[in-house]
């Protein structure tokens, strides 16, 4: 899927964060899929704000938690990269520079994807600076998170410092409290080819030969060890 402003999907002028894209963007596939298709099942692969969004998404919809056999996650997180002072410092400078920029430029901060907006990225920038994820109306997702039971297997690497750094995406899989999933810290100290970005960690030759094959292991058995 390919939110608005992204891709070939349309482009809109008006002010959108992660909710508004959990609440109709992602809601409008889901019901393509199963409403129009009649698709029985899927495994979900979502990177970095689509696991946010999924995730936001799910909770709120839970009839849709039996339609998804098993989730992968590349780069997740909501509210861990604060977590040591340096990053926190580099969160809070990111968010003065994106709010006076307009929006958050991708290729500085590791990412080949699409500048996201400042009014998009605000959420994300709070969420770690606070330590929460709370969304419109005081909504706690994270409180919430344990009620989504579907496998998750979450990739992380040692060179995506700054979005989804290890100890973030350790702590946002933690959330889940759910002891199917599975965290995979990639590292050439742990013998993969390279300390992958945020980007890289999905769209490289390297991730093609090492991580694509252990992904479609894990949809398959979900019992895949690291």
Request: contains cysteine; charged residues 25%; positive net charge.
């Amino acid at each position: 899927m390919e939110w608005r402003n992204h891709g070939s999907s349309d482009r809109i002028d008006s002010n959108f964060n992660f909710e508004t894209i959990s609440k109709y963007d992602l809601k409008s596939t889901f019901e393509f899929l199963f409403k129009k298709e009649k698709v029985n099942t899927i495994d979900c692969l979502v990177h970095s704000g689509g696991g946010l969004i999924l995730t936001m998404f799910l909770i709120k919809n839970s009839a849709y938690q039996p339609k998804i056999r098993s989730i992968t996650m590349f780069g997740t997180q909501a509210f861990g990269a604060g977590t040591y002072v340096l990053n926190r410092g580099k969160i809070f400078l990111g968010k003065y520079v994106t709010a006076i920029l307009g929006k958050t430029p991708a290729k500085k901060v590791g990412s080949t994807e699409h500048d996201e907006s400042y009014y998009t990225m605000k959420q994300w920038f709070d969420w770690n600076l606070k330590k929460n994820f709370i969304g419109e109306n005081d909504f706690d997702y994270k409180e919430r998170m344990p009620r989504i039971r579907i496998p998750i297997l979450s990739i992380c690497a040692k060179g995506d410092t700054f979005i989804a750094p290890k100890v973030g995406c350790e702590k946002f899989l933690n959330a889940f409290n759910n002891e199917s999933n599975r965290l995979w810290y990639l590292s050439k100290r742990n013998g993969n080819l390279e300390d992958y970005n945020h980007s890289r960690i999905l769209k490289s030759q390297s991730a093609k030969s090492e991580v694509w094959p252990k992904v479609k292991e894990w949809i398959d058995s979900r019992t895949i060890t690291f």
